[in-house]
């Protein structure tokens, strides 16, 4: 029979032979939208993805300095510029340390950032909320869309992959959305032979998708082996929560506590990050990168599954947002 493994006997043995392939892939994937489209963007919102998208395009447009190694502390190993803008779409409601990691990591980095605010939206009345507290993460869309007509982008470069969610596992790495930025599933074009099909009128744009065949362990995984800064939510912290549908939800001045909720102190670290109304950390006592994969060895339930609580109000929530321009 044989013995059950711990941790510290597998975190050795992890082969990461892998991890070069899926990076030749993401960088053979941005040259291609780089090279096919005339008004590229980088979706970059701070989270862990992007971060990761963000680091590849580095490798895949930079110089690489000559005494760089590659520490987060230690300034960036590339110079030059990046042949396109980063985008985010703030909807007033994100994590403060997120958003300042942001600014500072766009800085550091000498790159422009060009954001869509949706507090903008509403003030042009293109965006009406129900409720002041109401989630604002479903109306990011409409900002999006503006922000895309604003600019002229015609591909945006994001961080989605298949493993997140059944509607991101149903997308193409090249995503048609048509002249009102919204996504058909059923008309979606064969990728055969890495071959992709960037053909598209006026009005309509396409989502590129370089990482779409990674997983939550992959990146992780990455990121330990590239020491990719991060924002200090994504590791173990104090931070106060009330339960809630069986998720700990934070409070926040967007996520206050209800009646007969109790404010209680955890240990915890988000495994996602967004709008503050529907995302939720998780337990953890994870300090670092090499922490968090020996953590997600062990999880059974997709990251947004777990910590997202718009994606709990029904299957096809997701497919639902994505048709109508979502990310």
């Not at 990674?214 to 912290?237: F, G, N």
């Amino acid at each position: 029979m044989n013995a059950p493994a711990t941790l510290d006997h597998l975190m050795p043995e992890l082969d990461l032979a892998h991890l070069d392939w899926l990076e030749e892939e993401a960088i053979f994937i941005l040259r291609e939208a780089v090279a096919a489209f005339e008004r590229p963007a980088l979706l970059f919102s701070g989270g862990k993805d992007s971060c990761v998208v963000l680091h590849l395009a580095q490798k895949a447009f930079k110089r690489r300095r000559a005494s760089g190694h590659g520490l987060p502390d230690a300034g960036s190993p590339y110079e030059g510029r990046l042949p396109f803008p980063l985008l985010h779409v703030d909807t007033g409601h994100n994590f403060p340390e997120v958003l300042d990691f942001r600014d500072r990591h766009v800085a550091d980095l000498g790159e422009r950032l060009v954001v869509g605010h949706l507090d903008d939206s509403i003030r042009r009345g293109t965006v009406r909320l129900a409720d002041p507290m109401e989630s604002r993460n479903g109306h990011q869309t409409v900002a999006l869309l503006e922000a895309i007509e604003q600019h002229g982008f015609d591909v945006l470069l994001g961080g989605a992959r298949r493993d997140e969610e059944k509607a991101r596992a149903k997308e193409r790495i090249f995503s048609h959305r048509d002249a009102f930025g919204q996504w058909q599933p059923k008309e979606q074009r064969p990728e055969l032979w890495t071959l992709f099909n960037t053909r598209i009128r006026p009005g309509e744009h396409m989502r590129a998708f370089p990482i779409s065949n990674w997983t939550e362990l992959d990146v992780w995984l990455y990121i330990a082996r590239e020491q990719i800064a991060l924002p200090s939510l994504y590791y173990a912290h104090d931070r106060p929560v009330i339960r809630r549908k069986g998720l700990l939800v934070p409070v926040t001045s967007v996520t206050p506590p209800r009646a007969g909720e109790q404010v209680e102190s955890a240990r915890v670290r988000f495994r996602t990050v967004g709008d503050m109304t529907c995302t939720c950390p998780v337990p953890s006592s994870a300090a670092s990168a090499h922490d968090v994969v020996a953590e997600t060895l062990q999880v059974t339930v997709s990251e947004r599954g777990a910590t997202r609580m718009d994606d709990r109000t029904s299957e096809a929530s997701m497919e639902r947002r994505k048709k109508e321009g979502y990310f």
